[in-house]
């Protein structure tokens, strides 16, 4: 019969097989998915795993610090940084249309995670073995979602399945692929990762370069992240965290609209919550939070954001809406 024992025994010998003696990179994302598919690979094939964490510039607030401090170092796991947000950035300038973004955001993942292997192969030295192997925390529904699985539609390109280069010359490691979120996190329970990493809510690999509606810049991603943080801290100060399955904060960098602050007109962008309940997110239905939550975090934001004069609630199911906007 089934049971999370039996799933990490099968993916534990399933990795030993395919790996066998090489090297294996994986990039972490900070989220559950990457951190778990870690944890397993290291679980089989120990310090043959190098974990990377790219800094794509579309993080959130103190997300770099979490995983270098609260996965690495309570893990044991071998992390390196790599501050890769000049040329993310670069490329994304200009660009609004999502899958767009998402394309490149891919793209310039795969640049990092060779120039990564470059970087190892040389630090390897005389035992120079080759890393032929890269892990993915690519989930079920990702799989379905991106149009791998059976009579799926193409809805988005997921980062982790989608927009993948001709030239990859990595072998995927994904033993999450037949898994959903809530056995996910229990994997990652029995392997003995902390209860605020496995309970973190998701967050897109693109991270905040999908949650700005319009072109991605670093003033944008300022004013974002800022609001982004705002959300975060009342969600948990008002014990939100396990009634909700994620709540995606959006700015909507093309649209302005007209408000008043003091004496004085004010012209800025809507910033947009997006509280949702869900079991895997295939499906969703947006959160009913508190009214008095909603209110502390609309005069938080309109307070300390200056470029934000507008807080509005997204209250659509998915379907017809998905989680995130883009
Ligand atoms: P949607 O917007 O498709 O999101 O309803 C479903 C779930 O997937 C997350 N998501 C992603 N996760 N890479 C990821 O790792 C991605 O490219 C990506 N896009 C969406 C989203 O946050 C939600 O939990």
């Known amino acids: 019969t089934w049971t999370t024992g039996n799933i990490i025994d099968e993916q534990v010998a399933k990795i030993r097989e395919q790996v066998g003696d090489k090297q294996v990179i994986c990039a972490l994302s900070g989220g559950v998915d990457s951190s778990v598919a870690a944890a397993l690979v290291h679980e089989a094939v120990g310090d043959q795993l190098t974990c990377f964490f790219i800094d794509h510039g579309l993080l959130r607030a103190g997300e770099r610090e979490q995983v270098e401090r609260d996965y690495a170092e309570s893990m044991g796991i071998k992390v390196v940084t790599i501050d890769d947000s000049e040329r993310f950035l670069a490329a994304l300038e200009g660009v609004s249309d999502p899958e767009q973004k998402r394309k490149i955001i891919g793209h310039e993942f795969i640049r990092s995670f060779e120039a990564a292997q470059r970087q190892l192969?040389?630090?390897?030295?005389?035992?120079?073995?080759e890393i032929e192997f890269l892990v993915q925390?690519?989930?079920?529904?990702?799989?379905?979602?991106?149009?791998?699985?059976?009579?799926?539609?193409?809805?988005?390109?997921?980062?982790?399945?989608?927009?993948?280069?001709?030239?990859?010359?990595?072998e995927l490691v994904e033993p999450l692929r037949e898994l959903f979120k809530d056995e996910v996190r229990e994997i990652g329970r029995r392997l003995g990762l902390a209860e605020k990493l496995v309970a973190r809510q998701p967050f897109p690999g693109p991270g905040l370069g999908i949650r700005i509606v319009g072109a991605v810049n670093r003033e944008r991603l300022d004013i974002l992240r800022a609001a982004d943080l705002i959300v975060r801290e009342e969600l948990t100060k008002a014990g939100?965290?396990?009634?909700?399955?994620?709540?995606?904060?959006?700015?909507?960098?093309?649209?302005?609209?007209?408000?008043?602050?003091?004496?004085?007109?004010?012209?800025?962008?809507?910033?947009?919550?997006?509280?949702v309940s869900s079991e895997d997110a295939m499906t969703a239905d947006w959160t009913r939070l508190p009214y008095d939550l909603l209110a502390r975090i609309s005069n938080r934001i309109t307070n300390s954001v200056e470029e934000v004069n507008r807080v509005v609630l997204d209250c659509t199911s998915k379907p017809p809406g998905t989680i995130e906007w883009e």
């Not at 989930?139 to 927009?163: M, R």
């Not at 649209?255 to 602050?261: A, D, E, W």
Request: charged share 20%; with cysteine.
């Open 121 to 129: 192969i040389a630090e390897a030295g005389a035992d120079g073995k």
């Open 137 to 170: 925390g690519t989930l079920y529904p990702d799989v379905v979602e991106s149009g791998g699985g059976e009579g799926a539609a193409n809805i988005k390109s997921h980062h982790n399945v989608g927009g993948l280069p001709e030239d990859l010359r990595f």
């Open 240 to 275: 939100m965290d396990s009634e909700i399955w994620q709540c995606p904060v959006v700015l909507l960098a093309d649209v302005r609209s007209v408000g008043v602050q003091g004496d004085g007109r004010t012209y800025g962008h809507p910033i947009v919550l997006r509280p």
